[in-house]
């Protein structure tokens, strides 16, 4: 592997124009959710489960607004066992959803069942989804999202990458910059 070309496509993909809009417009909704006293709930599998619990709390502590991670191993199993894999994001989201609320749904695929039910499950609460997704355009959890920031690739980790890089730059965006101690 050719590591030049290999950071080479993380710059492709981060300098794309619609990932400025797209951050904005997500900003935007997560001021509007906190303003109404909502909160962000997060959640995916593997690494996006990962990147929903650090970016849970940089939103909380960092960004100013109510965050959750769907990634206790209490509450999976639990909800795994008595709903069914498929369906246990979507039986959380029942159980956690507030009015104003918004569910941030990450993917590299788009097409896991349970965060793909779990989407229409918010959204039939009339909650806002944002997912991040990548491999194929038109994913199905993209298609079920109010917003989707979908990054062109296939490669599990670059996907993986720019959605912890483009969730990041949301909460500085809420900060107002991206230099700020962690104490702040």
Same mark, same amino acid.
């Given at each position: 592997?050719? %590591?030049? +070309?290999?950071?080479?496509?993380?710059?492709?993909?981060?300098?794309?124009?619609?990932?400025a809009v797209l951050m904005e417009r997500f900003k935007q909704r997560v001021l509007e959710a906190r303003a109404g006293g909502?909160?962000?709930?997060? +959640?995916?599998?593997?690494?996006?489960?990962?990147? =929903?619990?650090?970016?849970?709390?940089?939103?909380?502590?960092?960004?100013? @607004?109510? +965050?959750? /991670?769907?990634?206790?191993?209490?509450l999976i199993t639990a909800l795994g066992n008595d709903c069914g894999y498929e369906n246990w994001i979507a039986r959380a989201?029942? %159980?956690? *959803? $507030?009015?104003? $609320?918004?569910? @941030?749904?990450?993917?590299?695929?788009? #097409?896991?069942?349970? @965060?793909?039910? /779990? +989407?229409? =499950?918010?959204? $039939? #609460? !009339?909650?806002?989804?944002? /997912?991040?997704? &990548?491999?194929? *355009? !038109?994913?199905?959890?993209?298609?079920?999202?109010?917003?989707?920031?979908?990054?062109?690739? #296939?490669?599990?980790?670059?996907?993986?990458?720019?959605?912890?890089?483009?969730?990041? &730059?949301?909460?500085?965006?809420?900060?107002? #910059?991206?230099?700020? &101690?962690?104490? $702040?």
């Amino acid at each position: 592997m050719d %590591i030049t +070309a290999y950071l080479d496509e993380y710059r492709r993909l981060l300098e794309q124009p619609q990932w400025a809009v797209l951050m904005e417009r997500f900003k935007q909704r997560v001021l509007e959710a906190r303003a109404g006293g909502g909160k962000l709930m997060l +959640a995916g599998n593997g690494a996006s489960a990962s990147i =929903a619990s650090h970016l849970a709390t940089d939103f909380a502590k960092q960004g100013g @607004v109510r +965050a959750m /991670a769907f990634n206790d191993a209490n509450l999976i199993t639990a909800l795994g066992n008595d709903c069914g894999y498929e369906n246990w994001i979507a039986r959380a989201v029942e %159980i956690y *959803a $507030d009015p104003h $609320d918004i569910l @941030v749904l990450i993917s590299s695929s788009g #097409r896991s069942p349970n @965060v793909v039910n /779990a +989407a229409r =499950a918010a959204a $039939d #609460r !009339g909650l806002y989804v944002a /997912a991040f997704t &990548g491999f194929e *355009a !038109g994913n199905p959890l993209g298609a079920a999202a109010d917003i989707n920031f979908w990054v062109d690739s #296939r490669a599990y980790n670059i996907v993986e990458c720019t959605h912890m890089i483009l969730l990041a &730059g949301i909460v500085d965006l809420l900060v107002g #910059r991206s230099e700020y &101690g962690v104490a $702040d």
